[in-house]
């Protein structure tokens, strides 16, 4: 009941302030809409980000290494203490982990630092990335098209179902995506402003940004330099020795950004970055686990993701680019999502937020076609037909932010099973783990819980070991020869689980 009192309150401030942004959009007075549309947008994202527990995939992975990580931030750990024997290839329950670059990890371990080792912390710097990211995509429209465009693209941006639920930790990839989407789109920002003032120092920050996307999910940030190397060219304002000297200063300052932390980890912890560099190449032949799909997987969830009619600004935007072939920035925007599309669907494993970074020039490229599509209606026989559409391309997207955010929907988004692991974790006593937990806070680092279900988040919310099942009684009596206090869920003592099992004789 209460998610629905404040879904309601949410989407009822939402509905209000769009209002305002139109209306400010109708005055021509863009910044204020934009402006607008960014309070809106961070009020859904904040609103959907308000689940007080961890997501499954794979958020909850993404969790507990950042929070590792606060006080080691050199060494991403999922098991802090792995008491037991693990395999560093199997990244959902080894000791360092380095299944995905660091940027975002950071991120997420910083915000807990300050604001404490809790869900919303854990969020926060994917929701006011992705807010952030309706103010760069406003600039970037209007560089690319005008400020109508670039107004309308930020709307879509700010409502974007699929961009909501991974902020909110809710989707798989989650955080990760949510940040390799904001730096590539910072580093387009970068390379609009330093197109248009001619400032070396926006190139460096171009570079540093593409550095930072790559530190969030690998190479596929490197579509940013023919991007770069198109609104140059387009630009005019650089002569040939010009734009050579400072793309060679865009590459060398992205390779100074990431890979200081390639070699880091080679040299610090070879197995494992042999391992998962090995894993990240089987990406492109095999399905991995069970992430595949046809040829057509992306033009498929587009689709899904960003409209059903997102295939009518498509095809108009492949006519702009056969009808003006010589224009450099929509051939821009062609590398920008063409590129990414192409790879993606030729390699083996698929997921939906592969091409998340690509949903600024959907969203570009349809409001772009919105506003065509205004000045057509002029000419056709029934403009209320062509009315009706452009109302279903704006009504679309919010029906999908609904859709996701969930506000209309009774549930519990504090279970009784996270407020037990909280309440273990300050050293009350767990309902239905068997015993007190007295003693057995965040600093101890020296008790073991076994038989949990959720390993993870137990780790995540109680700062102990935890494993989903239990050793032999020989495993467990060494671990408490070396000082750990032995916990199994289920039982009132050691004692009594090994009385269960008839190993030996009860003590």
């Known amino acids: 009941m209460q998610n629905l009192i404040s879904g309601i309150i949410t989407i009822t401030f939402c ?128 560089y690319f098209f005008d ?27 989650d955080h990760i995506d949510t940040h390799f989407l904001f730096f ?34 690998w190479l596929p940030a490197l579509v940013v330099w023919p991007v770069w190397l198109l609104l140059v060219k387009d630009s005019g304002k650089f002569n040939v020795r010009a734009m ?5 200063l865009l590459v060398f300052v992205t390779i100074a950004v990431f890979l200081p932390w390639q070699i880091y980890i080679h040299a610090v912890f070879p197995r494992e970055a042999a391992w998962e560099a090995a894993f990240n190449r089987l990406h492109i032949t095999e399905a991995l686990e069970g992430h595949s799909g046809p040829f057509y997987f992306f033009l498929e969830k587009i689709r899904i993701n960003y409209g059903e009619l997102v295939y009518l600004p498509l095809i108009w935007f492949v006519y702009l680019l056969w009808k003006a072939s010589k224009d450099l920035k929509n051939w821009a925007l062609a590398a920008w999502f063409f590129i990414p599309l192409i790879f993606f ?21 349809t409001a772009a076609f919105f506003f065509w599509l205004n000045d ?28 996701r955010s969930k506000p209309f929907m009774q549930k519990d988004r504090n279970p009784e099973w996270v407020r037990e692991l909280r309440e273990w974790g300050v050293g009350r006593s767990a309902k239905g783990v068997g015993r007190s937990a007295k003693g057995v806070g965040h600093g101890e680092g020296k008790t073991v819980l076994f038989n949990y279900p959720r390993p993870v988040e137990a780790m995540f919310y ?20 070396r000082g750990y206090e032995v916990i199994i869920c289920g039982y009132s003592s050691v004692g009594a689980y090994i009385s269960s099992i008839n190993e030996y004789p009860d003590e």
């Open 244 to 248: 050579i000297w400072q793309f060679i």
């Open 376 to 403: 057509w209606k002029k000419q056709v026989r029934y403009p209320w037909l062509v009315t009706v559409l452009m109302l279903a391309f704006l009504a679309l997207p919010v029906r999908y932010a609904i859709e």
């Open 15 to 142: 509905a209000i302030i769009w209002f305002v942004a139109w209306r400010l959009f109708r005055r021509e007075r863009y910044s204020a809409a934009v402006l607008a549309l960014v309070v809106a947008g961070l009020a859904l994202r904040f609103f959907t980000a308000g689940d007080l527990y961890l997501h499954e995939w794979d958020e909850r992975y993404h969790a507990l290494v950042a929070k590792n990580m606060i006080s080691d931030p050199l060494v991403p750990k999922l098991y802090n203490d792995p008491v037991l024997p693990y395999d560093y290839r199997e990244w959902s329950a080894n000791h360092v982990w380095l299944h995905k670059q660091p940027a975002p990890l950071w991120a997420m371990a910083g915000s807990m630092a300050i604001f404490g080792v809790n869900e919303i912390a854990l969020r926060l710097p994917s929701v006011l990335l992705t807010t952030l990211g309706i103010w760069l995509i406003f600039i970037i429209g209007s």
């Open 184 to 217: 590539v789109l910072l580093a387009v920002f970068f390379t609009v402003q330093f197109v248009q003032k001619q400032k070396t120092a926006f190139n460096i920050l171009a570079g540093v940004s593409i550095g930072l996307a790559i530190l969030s999910k």
């Open 462 to 481: 109680t700062g102990m070991t935890v494993y989903p099942h239990v050793p032999d009684s020989l495993t467990i009596k060494e671990l408490q020869e």
């Open 147 to 173: 400020w109508k465009t670039g107004f309308l693209a930020a709307f879509f941006f700010s409502v974007n179902g699929l961009m909501i639920e991974l902020a909110a930790g809710r989707m798989p990839t």
């Open 345 to 365: 669907s030729a390699i083996k494993t698929k997921m939906q937020g592969y091409l998340l970074f690509t949903a600024p020039v959907l969203f570009m490229i």
